[in-house]
């Protein structure tokens, strides 16, 4: 069985997510996705969800292509994680291209081009946008 893993904040979900995760699905057999928790968002990332850890865990779980769901923590873990679960395959967004080659010595690793017309902070951007003019 050829296990893959991605990591994302998954805020807001929409098609491009799920287009990635459909695409990171395809590259094996089991999905696991390592989802950012509250903390490490807010700590390390200067982000401030729309939806709570649970909530965002709720909708990944629900979704077919994934199959098991993980809390990011740190940024270091992702080592630890692909040893832990015996991980084949690493895949993240091309915005990322070249960060994670350090994980090649474990996995293969992939970064999957994103959906260009979309994503979580154009949909934050919008939303603003129609709160102001309304």
């Known amino acids: 069985m050829r296990r893959v893993i991605t990591y994302g904040t998954f805020d807001l979900l929409h098609y491009g997510h799920i287009n990635l995760l459909k695409r990171a699905k395809a590259l094996g057999d089991y999905l696991i996705v390592a989802l ?3 903390e490490f968002n807010l700590k390390e990332k200067d982000k401030v969800c729309y939806f709570s850890y ?5 909708l990944l779980e629900a979704i077919r292509y994934v199959d098991l769901v993980i809390p990011e923590e740190n940024w270091e873990q992702k ?7 015996h991980v084949d395959t690493f895949v993240i967004g091309d915005d990322w291209e070249g960060k994670f080659d350090f994980l090649k010595e474990y996995c293969d690793v992939v970064y999957l081009p994103r959906t260009p017309e979309i ?3 154009q949909i934050k951007e919008e939303l603003n946008k129609k709160e102001l003019n309304s």
Do not use: L
């Open 79 to 85: 080592s630890s994680d692909v040893k832990e679960y």
């Open 36 to 38: 950012s928790t509250d």
């Open 119 to 121: 994503s979580t902070t």
């Open 54 to 58: 649970e909530k965002r865990k709720q």
